[in-house]
């Protein structure tokens, strides 16, 4: 009798459409995680700039400011808001030196942040987030929410208030006063 070295057709095909109904299982969990994650990513991105904005106009002395920008890498960024993705399209940090609105010819540019991938949008009222020389915010109570588009259980909402200080909420539908 002799012995048989490898599979049957038969075994491989069985094997092949498990294999295939497990992926077909898996895959929408898998791109739910991804979609997560790059939410999660760009909400630490911007909670370390408006945390870096904080700290530097304590440490300076003076304001600064953090605002949306539509191409914050063009050879002269500005503070502009006319995209319908929001803050995912990126943003600057400057120090405000000249008392005029927006990044002018007196002010320093601290840092700027490219356009997020994987994230469809960052919502907001406010375009920009002005920082005393005293770590507070020139604004009330505001909040920002990032996975605009995307379903809700992902989204995720930051809370910055007249305090100056930026915190994750527990949700996106949580409210920012509590």
Known sequence: M???LGFTLIELLVTL??????????????????????VASAVNTFLADLRFARAEAIRRGSAVVICRSDDPEAA?????????????DGWIVYEERDGADGLGGGDKLLRIQA????VDGASSAKTD?????????????????????????????????FTGRARLAADASADCNS
């Open 129 to 161: 987030f002005t920082f005393t020389p005293l770590g507070r915010s020139q604004s009330a109570s505001v909040n920002v929410v990032f996975g605009v588009g995307i379903p809700p259980e992902r989204r995720r909402k930051i809370c910055i208030g």
């Open 115 to 118: 356009p997020l991938t994987g």
């Open 17 to 38: 459409s498990i294999l295939a109904t497990l992926v077909t299982l898996a895959a929408p969990s898998v791109a739910g995680l991804v979609q997560s994650g790059n």
């Open 76 to 88: 002269s960024p500005a503070c502009t808001n006319t995209s319908a993705r929001g803050w995912a």
């Open 2 to 4: 002799k012995k048989s």
